[in-house]
């Protein structure tokens, strides 16, 4: 059975890091296009970046510079690295892993993503 488990969200100031994390299981996650997604309150989903099998990255233009997407294959876990964040970055953000080839953030539907995870609340404060 697949599994996506997000874990390592929390609170934190303006300004600060924080650096969520996903851990698969029941599938060799380096073959997948991986990606983390966001929901804010009254907003619909948005991709907030991708990474493919070969390490290669797109990311949204509200986090590019700040955001880092990152994975272990030996420990078939994704990561987020997030710098300098912001209170509009406020929202659960998800894990999810698609059998397509990955493209462009922007191109990518959340329909491309065959598994998807429970999520974990990152909470900025100003």
């Known amino acids: 059975q697949v599994q996506l488990v997000e874990s390592g969200g929390g609170s934190v100031q303006a300004g600060g890091s924080l650096r969520p994390s996903c851990a698969a299981s029941?599938?060799?996650?380096?073959?997948?296009?991986m990606g983390w997604f966001r929901r804010a309150p009254g907003k619909e989903r948005e991709g907030v970046a991708i990474i493919d099998r070969e390490g290669s990255t797109s990311y949204a233009d509200s986090v590019k510079g700040r955001f880092t997407i990152s994975k272990d294959n030996a420990k078939n876990t994704l990561y987020l690295r997030m710098n300098t964040v912001k209170a509009e970055d406020t929202a659960l953000y998800y894990c999810?892993?698609?059998?397509?080839?990955?493209?462009?953030?922007?191109?990518?539907?959340?329909?491309?993503?065959?598994?998807w995870g429970q999520g974990t609340q990152v909470t900025v404060s100003s």
């Open positions: 029941g599938y060799n996650s380096s073959s997948f296009c």
């Open positions: 999810a892993a698609s059998h397509f080839s990955c493209r462009p953030i922007a191109t990518m539907w959340r329909t491309d993503f065959d598994y």
